[in-house]
């Protein structure tokens, strides 16, 4: 790896035509994620992919003049300070805020590239050149916002909200409601059976907690498991399991915690009416995010609570 103050003119040509190839590439890439979701966004940074086939093509010009035709590979990799990227295909899916705020990065990391290799420049067309290309590296965040301007229009941008609402209830909402009615609803048969057969409320408790955390882990696994996100559009796997294995054991942990008091009776209660408290959020959640309903999610999120409830309590007293 070799430090920056060493390169030559020459190898400073010669790295910044790779950074344009490497910026306009990485370009090419949102864009062509973001087009099917996000068509206005997509066109906004295919016209910069195009800003940097510019820059690319004068700097190609530029080092033929001065240079000849052979122009060597200098990667940013081989030389010292340079933010290191992970390539945009071992990071996606990237969220639209993530990939805005990385092409940020991008241009500030470019400007100052160009503005430090300008001020080791002898010859006043290099120099010239470089500094030309700083500054419209530094506007290119006033030309980005610019364009989305022109190219987001009021209802492109109505439909990039509701794709991006759409992708963060598939990715996001539809797994954690999964793991949440499956831990709130499943664990209440071994958790009420266990505390009305023993009337010991560790019992209870020990019992609420194995069931939560196996029921977390299991579908956990089963979630991550079940598809790769490619075909379907639900994320990545093990986040979608993540999400689906945590708000599973927290669903049947929160009526489970309430058998930490002695009192049984007390701790009975508490836990029917934390269980209520779930029943009445999850019945929240399907109505604003799932379009279900009010009455019908109701009662069809009550209905499956007062089975399993009615189920543990009568195979505890059995």
């Given at each position: 790896?070799?430090?920056?103050?060493?390169l030559?003119?020459?190898?400073?040509?010669a790295?910044?035509?790779?950074?344009e190839?490497?910026?306009?590439?990485?370009?090419?890439?949102?864009?062509?994620?973001?087009?099917?979701n996000?068509?206005?966004?997509?066109?906004v940074?295919?016209?910069?992919?195009?800003?940097?086939?510019?820059?690319?093509?004068?700097?190609?010009?530029?080092?033929k003049?001065?240079?000849?035709?052979?122009?060597?590979?200098?990667?940013?990799?081989?030389?010292?300070?340079?933010?290191?990227?992970?390539?945009?295909w071992?990071?996606?899916?990237?969220?639209?805020?993530q990939?805005?705020?990385?092409?940020?990065?991008?241009?500030?990391?470019?400007?100052?590239?160009?503005?430090?290799?300008?001020?080791?420049?002898?010859?006043?067309?290099?120099?010239?050149?470089?500094?030309?290309?700083?500054?419209?590296?530094a506007?290119?965040?006033?030309r980005?916002?610019?364009?989305?301007?022109?190219?987001?229009?009021p209802?492109v941008?109505?439909?990039?909200?509701?794709?991006?609402?759409?992708?963060?209830?598939?990715?996001?909402?539809?797994?954690?409601?999964?793991?949440?009615?499956?831990?709130?609803?499943?664990?209440?048969?071994?958790?009420?059976?266990?505390?009305?057969?023993t009337k010991?409320t560790?019992?209870?408790?020990?019992?609420?907690?194995?069931?939560?955390?196996?029921a977390?882990?299991?579908?956990?696994?089963?979630?991550?498991?079940?598809?790769?996100?490619s075909?379907t559009?639900?994320?990545?796997?093990?986040?979608?399991?993540?999400?689906?294995?945590?708000m599973t054991?927290?669903?049947?942990?929160?009526?489970?915690?309430?058998?930490?008091?002695?009192?049984?009776?007390?701790?009975?209660?508490?836990?029917i009416?934390?269980?209520?408290?779930?029943?009445?959020?999850?019945?929240?959640?399907?109505?604003?995010?799932?379009?279900?309903?009010?009455?019908?999610?109701?009662?069809?999120v009550?209905?499956?609570?007062?089975?399993?409830?009615?189920?543990?309590?009568?195979?505890?007293?059995?």
């Amino acid at each position: 790896m070799r430090d920056f103050n060493s390169l030559s003119q020459k190898e400073i040509l010669a790295l910044a035509i790779s950074l344009e190839e490497e910026d306009e590439r990485i370009y090419s890439d949102f864009s062509e994620s973001l087009r099917e979701n996000f068509p206005g966004t997509a066109r906004v940074f295919e016209e910069m992919r195009h800003e940097e086939v510019g820059h690319r093509r004068r700097l190609i010009e530029l080092y033929k003049q001065k240079f000849g035709e052979h122009i060597p590979l200098i990667r940013r990799q081989d030389v010292r300070g340079f933010v290191q990227r992970k390539p945009i295909w071992l990071n996606t899916p990237l969220r639209l805020e993530q990939i805005r705020a990385q092409v940020g990065a991008m241009e500030v990391e470019t400007r100052r590239f160009y503005e430090r290799a300008a001020t080791r420049a002898q010859d006043a067309g290099i120099r010239q050149l470089l500094d030309d290309l700083a500054e419209e590296e530094a506007s290119h965040v006033e030309r980005a916002t610019e364009l989305e301007k022109t190219e987001l229009k009021p209802e492109v941008r109505e439909e990039e909200d509701r794709a991006k609402r759409r992708l963060f209830v598939l990715q996001i909402v539809q797994p954690g409601l999964a793991g949440l009615m499956d831990g709130s609803v499943s664990t209440l048969a071994p958790v009420f059976a266990a505390a009305f057969a023993t009337k010991n409320t560790w019992d209870a408790f020990a019992v609420g907690l194995a069931a939560s955390l196996g029921a977390g882990i299991s579908m956990g696994f089963a979630e991550a498991l079940s598809d790769d996100g490619s075909l379907t559009g639900r994320g990545t796997p093990w986040i979608r399991g993540l999400i689906t294995g945590s708000m599973t054991a927290l669903g049947g942990v929160g009526h489970t915690l309430p058998y930490l008091m002695h009192n049984f009776s007390v701790a009975t209660g508490v836990a029917i009416l934390v269980v209520i408290v779930e029943l009445a959020v999850i019945t929240w959640l399907r109505h604003r995010f799932m379009d279900t309903p009010p009455l019908s999610a109701a009662l069809q999120v009550a209905l499956g609570g007062a089975l399993v409830f009615i189920t543990g309590i009568l195979i505890g007293n059995s």
